[in-house]
């Protein structure tokens, strides 16, 4: 166990001094303060509240850790302890990680430093054995691991059986006619999720029923997380039944098949691994419970703690597995439904051409609501982004338009207003108060142009920089940067110190660096690459046009802000013009960059990229410079379409609260204003905090568009910029020269 002498020595400074720093009690260099940091986190030391007591008694304190209480099996365990404990001469300090292993460690960290006489805990990183064991076990403080427990830790561990749990319901479905069965669990790497894979299979492999690996769906413990599953993995095509781990993943399906309509147990049936109740109002309805104590285990796991305290020297560890009622119990399953049939399509039909975003998946999953309220049919048409504005303009010559609704980008509109494609809807957003009152305003001015609204905005959010968190705050990364630069590592300010934290975090500059490359450039569509050139062009003071509102490439700013984004591509893998958006995620999300400058509404596929908990290792943060884009889809109404009354009650249902929700938490952002008010929203998807920030200060892509026998459409001008770009990127052109040749080309579209 390493001593407060142990990190002076190994930092070659005095006891008093790592004291200071600890206890912040006077002031220490940053640069000490850094070493003795990252010496502290090699060493494993921690520092102890209860020095005193420890040469005289013993503490008299139980520390007990969980993930949550939102699952009703913890807040049941919670219970047994709680009372188990009231009978004895112990204190519970009762803390909760939210499903953060970065918070759980400073909570066990800070139990451990109290001296405390032993933890409960159910861990939500039983993958990382390595902490546990430089922690709990090198401390020598007796543990009880309850349901998730890590590999090769000598501690003991309670849990339920959930693999004979598994087996005899998967068994039991399979002898009463069930042959497609869904799994659904949370992350494989706990025990106890394995254990109800290995249940499922089993049995599927002793009945000789083949079954297919995408019947185990994996998700996070939250409902919401169950939710987005079951409405992009399940509804299309529901299986007879479905098992779930949990009762909040029971709670996220059932919510989803409410939404859809399928009936349980008439179309699926539902079953879960439930806590038992005398009180049949705390099931929801048509689901199946099993019956676990987990009251029972609660006050099993203060028991086996208080005896492993009381018998330290020869205690045994104990392993627990507590069985289900349901084992041998009559559980009623209903009979096999018949496989699920889509009901016949209604005679009405709103068609609607789109590309394919977060947002619009979600409205596409959510819209089922809508159908089902309004006897139609919404039929989505999904084409790449150079493809949907050459599909609208196309669509809008014909005498009869096949589409009903279009689809746009929010720089496109001048340019469609001026074609003509765009029904003018005006009076109905303005005499609608639900509009004006419910929608985020900068989103719905978005639709306005020259007085007029020509659309409905549906994707809004902002322009952000996501950063690697976990290596922003380690202490040896921090260490190294203020040697190298002099001032702390943080979310950078400008584009210099940008480039600067990217050039830290490439391998090529810094062997040192935990990850290859610093940040990437989205570049394979010439659009997106816009953008990553626009926002650096308002930050040093440029942009397409001069103060008279000339087109004007070919000044001192924007030559650089081109260095800059020259300078920026020689810390990413493929420069300029070669990484995806769906790249740049995967590089992010396996930790081959550092830094990753994005959009709110692509939040929830970085998450998915991470693999982890999004609040442990990442956040978020204004974009240098402090100058985002104005970014955003709107919906518009075809010239020719017959159903403008419907897609105006499309558009109201779309901004209602209930929907709004709904779309937020498939997908992690909102052009109405309702999530932005929930807690809980806030809480899953914390980049939401940013957007009225990040809104307030964006600006506008405008773009020139009337040539003397056309409308030049913004792609033209898009793909001039980047073709430029690459020019100076490669070194053909100096970046004067490249932003002069720019304008040059520019100007001969309108000539």
Same mark, same amino acid.
């Given at each position: 166990?390493?001593?407060?002498?142990?990190?002076?020595?190994?930092?070659?400074?005095?006891?008093?001094?790592?004291?200071?720093?600890?206890? #912040?009690?006077?002031?220490?260099?940053?640069?000490?303060?850094?070493?003795?940091?990252?010496?502290?986190?090699?060493?494993?030391?921690?520092? #102890?509240?209860?020095?005193?007591?420890?040469?005289?008694?013993?503490?008299?304190?139980?520390?007990?850790?969980?993930?949550?209480?939102?699952?009703?099996?913890?807040?049941?365990?919670?219970?047994?302890?709680?009372?188990?404990?009231?009978?004895?001469?112990?204190?519970?300090?009762?803390?909760?990680?939210?499903?953060?292993?970065?918070?759980?460690?400073?909570?066990?960290?800070?139990?451990?430093?109290?001296?405390?006489?032993?933890?409960?805990?159910?861990?939500?990183?039983?993958?990382?054995?390595?902490?546990?064991?430089?922690?709990?076990?090198?401390?020598?403080?007796?543990?009880?691991?309850?349901?998730?427990?890590?590999?090769?830790?000598?501690?003991?561990?309670?849990?339920?059986?959930?693999?004979?749990?598994?087996?005899?319901?998967?068994?039991?479905?399979?002898?009463?006619?069930?042959?497609? +069965?869904?799994?659904?669990?949370?992350?494989?790497?706990?025990?106890?999720?394995?254990?109800?894979?290995?249940?499922?299979?089993?049995?599927?492999? $002793?009945?000789?029923?083949?079954?297919?690996?995408?019947?185990?769906?994996?998700?996070?413990?939250?409902?919401?997380?169950?939710?987005?599953?079951?409405?992009?993995?399940?509804?299309?095509?529901?299986?007879?039944?479905?098992?779930?781990?949990?009762?909040?993943?029971?709670?996220?399906?059932?919510?989803?098949?409410?939404?859809?309509?399928?009936? +349980?147990?008439?179309?699926?049936?539902?079953?879960?691994?439930?806590?038992?109740?005398?009180?049949?109002?705390?099931?929801?309805?048509?689901?199946?419970?099993?019956?676990?104590?987990?009251?029972?285990?609660?006050?099993?796991?203060?028991?086996?703690?208080?005896?492993?305290?009381?018998?330290?020297?020869?205690?045994?560890?104990?392993?627990?597995?507590?069985?289900?009622?349901? +084992?041998?119990?009559?559980?009623?399953?209903?009979?096999?439904?018949?496989?699920?049939?889509?009901?016949?399509?209604?005679?009405?039909?709103?068609?609607?051409?789109?590309?394919?975003?977060?947002?619009?998946?979600?409205?596409?999953?959510?819209?089922?609501?809508?159908?089902?309220?309004?006897?139609?049919?919404?039929?989505?048409?999904?084409?790449?982004?150079?493809?949907?504005?050459?599909?609208?303009?196309?669509?809008?010559?014909?005498?009869?338009?096949?589409?009903?609704?279009?689809?746009?980008?929010?720089?496109?509109?001048?340019?469609?207003?001026?074609?003509?494609?765009?029904?003018?809807?005006?009076?109905?957003?303005?005499?609608?108060?639900?509009?004006?009152?419910?929608?985020?305003?900068? #989103?719905?001015?978005?639709?306005?142009?020259?007085?007029?609204?020509?659309?409905?905005?549906?994707?809004?959010?902002?322009?952000?920089?996501?950063?690697?968190?976990?290596?922003?705050?380690?202490?040896? +990364?921090?260490?190294?940067?203020?040697?190298?630069?002099?001032?702390?590592?943080?979310?950078?300010?400008?584009?210099?110190?940008?480039?600067?934290?990217?050039?830290?975090?490439?391998?090529?500059?810094?062997?040192?660096?935990?990850?290859?490359?610093?940040?990437? *450039?989205?570049?394979?569509?010439?659009?997106?690459?816009?953008?990553?050139?626009?926002?650096?062009?308002?930050?040093?003071?440029?942009?397409?046009?001069?103060?008279?509102?000339?087109?004007?490439?070919?000044?001192?700013?924007?030559?650089?802000?081109?260095?800059?984004?020259?300078?920026?591509?020689?810390?990413?893998?493929?420069?300029?013009?070669?990484?995806?958006?769906?790249?740049?995620?995967?590089?992010?999300?396996?930790?081959?960059?550092?830094?990753?400058?994005?959009?709110?509404?692509?939040?929830?596929?970085?998450? $998915?990229?991470?693999?982890?908990?999004?609040?442990?290792?990442?956040?978020?943060?204004?974009?240098?410079?402090?100058?985002?884009?104005?970014?955003?889809?709107?919906?518009?109404?075809?010239?020719?379409?017959?159903?403008?009354?419907?897609?105006? #009650?499309?558009?109201?249902?779309?901004?209602?609260?209930?929907?709004?929700?709904?779309?937020?938490?498939?997908?992690?952002?909102?052009? *109405?204003?309702?999530?932005?008010?929930?807690?809980?929203?806030?809480?899953?998807?914390?980049?939401?905090?940013?957007?009225?920030?990040?809104?307030?200060?964006?600006?506008?892509?405008?773009?020139?568009?009337?040539?003397? $026998?056309?409308?030049?459409?913004?792609?033209?001008?898009?793909?001039?910029?980047?073709?430029?770009?690459?020019?100076?990127?490669?070194?053909?052109?100096?970046?004067?020269?490249?932003?002069?040749?720019?304008?040059?080309?520019?100007?001969?579209?309108?000539?």
């Amino acid at each position: 166990m390493a001593t407060l002498k142990d990190v002076a020595e190994k930092a070659g400074v005095s006891i008093a001094t790592v004291s200071n720093c600890i206890n #912040n009690t006077k002031t220490v260099k940053p640069a000490t303060r850094a070493k003795i940091m990252q010496i502290i986190e090699e060493l494993n030391y921690i520092p #102890n509240a209860s020095a005193k007591s420890l040469k005289s008694e013993a503490s008299r304190e139980i520390g007990v850790v969980f993930p949550d209480i939102d699952d009703s099996c913890h807040a049941d365990i919670l219970k047994g302890i709680i009372s188990s404990a009231e009978n004895m001469d112990y204190t519970l300090n009762i803390s909760f990680s939210y499903h953060t292993p970065k918070l759980e460690r400073k909570i066990i960290d800070q139990l451990i430093g109290r001296n405390v006489a032993g933890i409960i805990l159910i861990t939500c990183q039983p993958q990382n054995a390595d902490y546990f064991q430089n922690s709990i076990v090198r401390h020598n403080i007796p543990t009880v691991f309850i349901d998730h427990f890590p590999d090769n830790i000598d501690a003991n561990f309670l849990a339920f059986d959930n693999y004979n749990s598994c087996y005899y319901l998967t068994k039991k479905l399979i002898e009463n006619g069930y042959h497609n +069965i869904d799994l659904m669990i949370g992350h494989s790497d706990y025990f106890s999720e394995r254990e109800c894979v290995r249940g499922f299979t089993d049995a599927h492999d $002793d009945l000789e029923l083949e079954f297919d690996a995408d019947q185990i769906i994996e998700t996070r413990f939250t409902k919401e997380s169950s939710f987005r599953k079951a409405m992009f993995n399940i509804v299309e095509k529901p299986p007879q039944a479905i098992i779930t781990s949990s009762h909040p993943l029971a709670k996220g399906v059932i919510e989803a098949f409410n939404l859809c309509s399928i009936k +349980i147990p008439k179309d699926t049936c539902i079953i879960t691994l439930g806590e038992e109740s005398w009180n049949e109002s705390n099931y929801l309805p048509n689901l199946l419970h099993t019956s676990r104590t987990a009251y029972t285990l609660g006050i099993r796991s203060i028991q086996v703690l208080m005896k492993n305290l009381q018998e330290s020297a020869f205690f045994e560890k104990e392993f627990m597995l507590f069985k289900d009622n349901v +084992i041998g119990s009559h559980i009623k399953i209903p009979k096999a439904p018949i496989p699920y049939h889509i009901p016949k399509a209604p005679k009405r039909t709103l068609r609607i051409i789109a590309t394919s975003m977060p947002t619009i998946l979600s409205l596409y999953a959510v819209s089922k609501e809508f159908e089902r309220q309004h006897e139609v049919k919404i039929e989505f048409d999904f084409v790449s982004y150079r493809e949907l504005i050459e599909t609208i303009v196309a669509d809008s010559a014909r005498e009869k338009s096949r589409y009903d609704v279009y689809m746009y980008d929010i720089s496109w509109l001048t340019y469609l207003v001026n074609l003509n494609v765009l029904t003018d809807i005006t009076e109905l957003i303005t005499s609608n108060e639900v509009f004006s009152r419910h929608l985020v305003p900068k #989103n719905l001015s978005n639709a306005c142009y020259k007085g007029r609204y020509y659309g409905f905005p549906i994707v809004g959010g902002s322009h952000i920089l996501f950063y690697r968190k976990d290596l922003f705050e380690q202490p040896s +990364i921090q260490n190294q940067f203020e040697t190298r630069y002099n001032m702390p590592l943080r979310p950078p300010k400008t584009w210099k110190e940008f480039n600067g934290i990217a050039q830290f975090f490439t391998k090529e500059f810094n062997p040192y660096s935990p990850t290859l490359y610093g940040t990437s *450039v989205i570049g394979s569509v010439n659009e997106e690459f816009a953008l990553e050139l626009q926002i650096r062009l308002w930050s040093f003071g440029g942009g397409l046009y001069d103060s008279a509102g000339r087109l004007k490439l070919d000044t001192p700013q924007n030559v650089k802000a081109l260095q800059s984004l020259l300078d920026t591509a020689r810390f990413t893998e493929h420069g300029i013009s070669n990484t995806s958006i769906n790249s740049s995620f995967q590089d992010f999300g396996s930790g081959r960059t550092a830094m990753l400058l994005s959009f709110t509404e692509y939040g929830t596929l970085i998450n $998915d990229c991470l693999h982890g908990d999004i609040i442990t290792k990442i956040d978020y943060s204004m974009l240098p410079g402090q100058t985002p884009a104005n970014v955003g889809w709107h919906m518009g109404i075809s010239k020719t379409t017959r159903h403008t009354e419907l897609i105006a #009650n499309y558009f109201k249902w779309i901004s209602q609260k209930k929907t709004s929700y709904y779309m937020t938490t498939l997908n992690g952002q909102s052009t *109405v204003l309702y999530p932005y008010e929930n807690q809980e929203i806030l809480r899953l998807y914390p980049w939401m905090r940013l957007n009225t920030k990040c809104i307030e200060k964006s600006r506008n892509r405008v773009y020139p568009f009337q040539a003397p $026998d056309r409308i030049v459409p913004p792609y033209e001008i898009e793909t001039i910029l980047q073709d430029v770009c690459i020019q100076a990127y490669q070194k053909e052109l100096s970046p004067q020269d490249a932003l002069r040749k720019g304008e040059s080309r520019i100007r001969k579209l309108f000539q």
